[in-house]
């Protein structure tokens, strides 16, 4: 079956839809939303089917993934990170929500699945209501990449019809949350002592 494309609205998101949503989830569907900056394309961590259909939709192979976690908050983010010390978490709690991905040291709640060959995750709490309600609601982190468009110009498609066109036969919902930006998170890398930029996004980061 074709996917749901779902409008919400971020400055009020209907509680029902989120329902909706979050239901998928938990029966194992993709998912398509907005963000602070590009559209990502998601699942529940503890879906393991979901991961690696995921992982088919990105053509990505299994044990290489490079995706990241979508917390609601700091809070429910520092169960799956080793030591968060209190100069990164002060940093955090500065930037976020916000246009960033904070690498940081996983711990053993992070799912088997997702180590297999990696010790660190990405943690994104984005400024966007409709995906912070999302996650609240599933009370765990959804895994979360990217919508790449093929057009080496475009690179991120920003339109949610477009990309329902684009993905509609491969997930389960997109959801309308308006136009999209097309400039990712700032990268940070919080797992060594000199916190290092790994890529210039939208978030400027204050040291």
Not at 62 to 81: E, H, M, R, T
Request: one cysteine or more; proline letters at 6%.
């Amino acid at each position: 079956m074709p996917a749901q494309l779902l409008k919400l609205y971020p400055e009020n998101p209907d509680p029902k839809k989120i329902n909706a949503v979050v239901n998928t989830l938990q029966n194992g569907g993709i998912i398509i939303y907005p963000t602070d900056t590009v559209y990502g394309i998601g699942c529940n961590i503890y879906d393991a089917r979901a991961i690696e259909k995921l992982c088919n939709i990105k053509g990505i192979k299994s044990g290489k993934y490079q995706f990241s976690f979508i917390c609601a908050d700091i809070s429910s983010a520092s169960k799956y990170v080793k030591n968060l010390s209190t100069p990164i978490y002060k940093l955090m709690k500065k930037s976020l929500p916000g246009p960033f991905t904070f690498i940081l040291e996983a711990n053993s709640a992070v799912p088997k699945i997702l180590k297999v060959k990696k010790k660190t995750i990405g943690i994104r709490i984005p400024d966007n209501a409709i995906t912070r309600d999302i996650v609240a609601q599933l009370q765990n982190p959804i895994m979360t990449t990217s919508i790449k468009d093929e057009d080496e110009i475009i690179e991120y498609t920003t339109d949610p019809e477009l990309i329902f066109e684009d993905f509609k036969h491969q997930v389960d919902i997109v959801i309308d949350g308006g136009m999209g930006k097309n400039i990712p998170s700032t990268v940070v890398d919080c797992t060594k002592e000199e916190i290092k930029i790994l890529r210039e996004g939208l978030g400027q980061l204050e040291l």
